[in-house]
């Protein structure tokens, strides 16, 4: 079993910076990848970065390439979602999420284990 564990949500102004993270506990096998989604009212969970865990290989919305960055730091199991420039429709609950298979990184329903989620709010 595996526990996510969300942080760094908050409220900031549109152009602000967030950093979230994504710990990992418990983990009993090598993830294929960390992924982030958001989901903000009314609307569905949509796909926001991914990282591979073997290289470097990473992949993002194009709604966030170029203002939002994901990393990792292997020693102490986190994910990184680095947000700059942000604006009012990033305002989700943003979700971290790890997948044991390869598949599609962009897809929410190949992803094994969910934190809770964090919140996000961007005002104008």
């Known amino acids: 079993q595996v526990q996510l564990a969300e942080s760094g949500g908050g409220m900031v102004q549109a152009g602000d910076s967030l950093r979230l993270s994504c710990a990992a506990s418990g983990r009993t096998f090598a993830p294929s990848a960390t992924g982030w989604f958001r989901q903000a009212p009314g609307k569905e969970r949509e796909f926001v970065a991914a990282?591979?865990?073997?290289?470097?290989?990473?992949s993002y919305a194009d709604s966030v390439k170029g203002r939002f960055t994901i990393s990792r730091d292997d020693a102490k199991n986190t994910v990184y979602l680095q947000m700059n420039r942000m604006k009012p429709e990033d305002t989700a609950v943003y979700y971290c999420?790890?997948?044991?298979?390869?598949?599609?990184?962009?897809?929410?329903?190949?992803?094994?284990?969910w934190g809770p989620g964090t919140q996000v709010t961007i005002s104008s």
């Open positions: 990282i591979v865990w073997t290289g470097d290989y990473t």
């Open positions: 999420a790890v997948k044991r298979g390869i598949g599609t990184l962009g897809l929410s329903y190949e992803y094994d284990y």
